[in-house]
């Protein structure tokens, strides 16, 4: 496969009110004009995250990612595998988060030295170079207090003397001569079901977007394998470079020399729509009547197939119609608030108890003589069930070789609501 001659050629961040706050060209710089194409598509879209990922231009394609509000917004002058720059940006994000623990405007603009530093070594002449987090750490030290005003008072710079250990080894990933008094192992499964269910409570999509992400803290180089339950639920999985892929395939098993410290052992996908149990039921009764004034709005909430796990941290919005002037409603359980302006009632239910389940009943004050609305709202349900992964994905052992201490292990499972609608 032939490459272009260069990947990226320029990166732009945009804030959410549509500035350029900051821009890295490799070689030759692109004018900021061409982010223009980028502002027409992100006027034209009725959400931010709706902006489509690739926009064609006369001369450019400009890909881009939205993350904490921020769009990172690459331009490329020849065709290039667009997932391939999708991945890098996310990396990209990924590594400012673990350099000042948030990804937001203020945070890069207030270590924009460190910034550049990181993209002249994660992008090598608009080709990805040192993306793993333990090789830039030693390449380029994390901002601390001390070394900030050290280096204003000397004008010296983060960049580390050295050539990192792990970029001369066979495990690029991982730093030598690693080495903990606590060695220990974590490893989390999170995962996060969008679902859209019709009025009479069918499930028209469902789907889960999992991810295993690992701590890991051990000395030396250790060799771990992770075995499943079941590991034909995984479908369309996608690995840290660390896992030996063959192995997988062959045995249904992850081995692999973890990276040091923080990182995402693998992603993978359930489809298959009768693997995915809908862990909430919607009781609903929305009503509008022609001529009237008063709407009538009830909704009941409740858990099933959770696995005797319980729901927590639920929180019901829908975006009412604009004929409703405001709401008069009463919840069994926490507290609710409607915008008159937006239209938008968010409803902060908290934890689900099965016994006594929550809801929230009333009416609506319509405008006078405004005609019935054309649809019923859409509800939309935010949860997250502890110990729990709703695809039944288990973890069944974790060894370790190639070290002779005895390591601290722990697995944990969360299962938290992504896209999940109910249509009334």
């Given at each position: 496969m032939q490459f272009p001659a260069k990947m990226i050629h320029s990166l732009f961040l945009v804030?959410?009110?549509?500035?350029?706050?900051?821009?890295?060209?490799?070689?030759?710089?692109?004018?900021?004009?061409?982010?223009?194409?980028?502002?027409?598509?992100?006027?034209?879209?009725?959400?931010?995250?709706?902006?489509?990922?690739?926009?064609?231009?006369?001369?450019?394609?400009?890909?881009?990612?939205?993350?904490?509000?921020?769009?990172?917004?690459?331009?490329?002058?020849?065709?290039?595998?667009?997932?391939?720059?999708?991945?890098?940006?996310?990396?990209?994000?990924?590594?400012?988060?673990?350099?000042?623990?948030?990804?937001?405007?203020?945070?890069?603009?207030?270590?924009?030295?460190?910034?550049?530093e990181l993209l002249e070594e994660m992008l090598d002449n608009g080709f990805p170079l040192a993306t793993e987090s333990n090789i830039l750490k030693e390449l380029i030290k994390p901002p601390t207090i001390l070394r900030t005003v050290v280096n204003t008072i000397t004008g010296s710079t983060n960049v580390g003397e050295q050539l990192p250990t792990g970029q001369l080894s066979v495990v690029p990933w991982r730093r030598t001569g690693v080495k903990y008094t606590n060695n220990e192992a974590y490893f989390d499964v999170v995962e996060e079901i969008d679902a859209i269910i019709d009025k009479s409570g069918s499930t028209i999509t469902a789907e889960i977007q999992g991810v295993i992400d690992a701590c890991v803290k051990l000395t030396g180089m250790p060799d771990l394998t992770l075995s499943f339950m079941n590991p034909r639920l995984l479908d369309d999985v996608s690995f840290h470079p660390c896992v030996r892929f063959k192995r997988w395939e062959a045995e249904r098993i992850l081995s692999f020399i973890p990276?040091?410290?923080?990182?995402?052992?693998?992603?993978?996908?359930?489809?298959?729509?009768?693997?995915?149990?809908?862990?909430?039921?919607v009781k609903h009764n929305i009503t509008f009547r022609e001529g009237s004034s008063q709407g009538r709005f009830e909704l009941t909430l409740g858990p099933k197939q959770t696995m005797g796990k319980g729901l927590e941290a639920v929180l019901i919005s829908s975006q009412l119609p604009r004929g409703v002037l405001n709401t008069n409603l009463n919840p069994s359980q926490g507290t609710y608030n409607f915008d008159p302006v937006t239209k938008l009632l968010s409803w902060d239910v908290g934890k689900i108890n099965p016994q006594k389940l929550p809801s929230l009943?009333?009416?609506?004050?319509?405008?006078?003589?405004?005609?019935?609305?054309?649809?019923?709202?859409?509800?939309?349900?935010?949860?997250?069930i502890q110990q729990s992964a709703l695809s039944g994905l288990k973890v069944n052992r974790l060894d370790m070789y190639g070290e002779k201490y005895k390591p601290f292990k722990g697995i944990k499972y969360m299962t938290k609501a992504g896209k999940f609608q109910v249509r009334t």
């Open positions: 804030n959410s009110s549509g500035d350029i706050f900051l821009e890295k060209h490799w070689k030759s710089v692109v004018s900021r004009s061409v982010c223009d194409y980028f502002f027409e598509a992100q006027e034209r879209a009725s959400e931010p995250e709706n902006v489509p990922p690739v926009i064609p231009t006369p001369h450019h394609y400009l890909i881009s990612v939205l993350r904490h509000r921020i769009y990172f917004v690459a331009v490329i002058q020849s065709e290039v595998p667009p997932l391939f720059v999708i991945e890098f940006l996310h990396r990209v994000v990924d590594t400012f988060q673990d350099y000042f623990g948030v990804c937001t405007e203020a945070a890069i603009k207030d270590n924009v030295v460190v910034v550049y990276p040091d410290g923080n990182f995402r052992l693998l992603s993978y996908h359930v489809s298959c729509q009768n693997l995915v149990a809908i862990p909430v039921y009943k009333g009416s609506m004050s319509l405008q006078a003589g405004a005609s019935k609305p054309d649809e019923n709202p859409t509800i939309n349900i935010q949860f997250k």
